[in-house]
């Protein structure tokens, strides 16, 4: 069991460029999560998947924003047109997908900053 | 819709202090609640959790009770050290009737300095 990890680490982009960030979960985890954090904020939910199927998207997903897990394993998000709103740490977590209440495991997080 | 308020920080306390952060919060249904913690330079980690009330999760002298009748999931510790510095966060998900499946919600984090 490796943990969650996520890749790149930090992203430097400038406004109106694209991005994609890379989530790799634990493997044989059927859920994966991805969220958003702000300075001094706690996380906020964005999306998520079960195996392949994204069955809930948040209304803080633009459409600017776009999720995909097409094998059910890695993830990706894209943003498109970054704006320097978007600035925030974005964090993908995976947990078994086996009922209620299940501990969610937490990737380092990609840390994009929108010049 | 669901909601998590903690208490602002930071806090600053003394080795061996008493700690308390305190957590409460709106749901339907029956949620599960949650404390992650964020060390300096490290991911969120879950600390403790309790998925129905009057249960208590503990973990790493921490505790909490899930408390239904106050809608809280308050933390504890007895003794606090120095490595306990870092940032909590209260979060709950959602219960048999808000499916979404177990989505959190997070509070705004607490963040604990502990000085020698």
């Known amino acids: 069991d490796t943990g969650v990890s996520q890749d790149p680490r930090h992203k430097i982009t400038k406004r109106g460029q694209n991005v994609t960030f890379r989530c790799d979960p634990i493997s044989e985890h059927n859920r994966l999560y991805w969220y958003r954090q702000t300075l001094g904020q706690g996380p906020e939910f964005l999306t998520y998947f079960q195996n392949e199927a994204q069955l809930e998207k948040s209304r803080l997903l633009s459409d600017r924003f776009s999720a995909e897990r097409p094998k059910g394993s890695f993830s990706t998000l894209e943003i498109q047109r970054t704006e320097q709103g978007d600035s925030a740490m974005y964090l993908c977590a995976s947990s078994p997908g086996q009922g209620t209440g299940e501990t969610q495991y937490f990737g380092p997080g990609t840390r994009l900053l929108v010049l | 819709g669901d909601s998590v308020t903690q208490m602002e920080g930071p806090v600053t306390l003394s080795e061996e202090a008493f700690l308390t952060i305190n957590c409460t919060y709106t749901?339907?249904?029956?949620?599960?609640l949650f404390w992650y913690v964020q060390y300096p330079g490290e991911g969120l980690q879950l600390l403790l959790k309790a998925t129905k009330a009057d249960d208590k999760g503990s973990n790493k002298g921490f505790e909490a009770t899930y408390r239904k009748e106050t809608t809280s999931f308050h933390l504890e510790k007895g003794s606090v050290q120095v490595s306990d510095s870092a940032v909590y966060f209260c979060a709950l998900s959602g219960g048999v009737f808000t499916g979404g499946g177990n989505k959190l919600t997070f509070g705004t984090g607490t963040q604990l300095k502990v000085e020698l």
């Open positions: 749901a339907t249904g029956y949620p599960s």
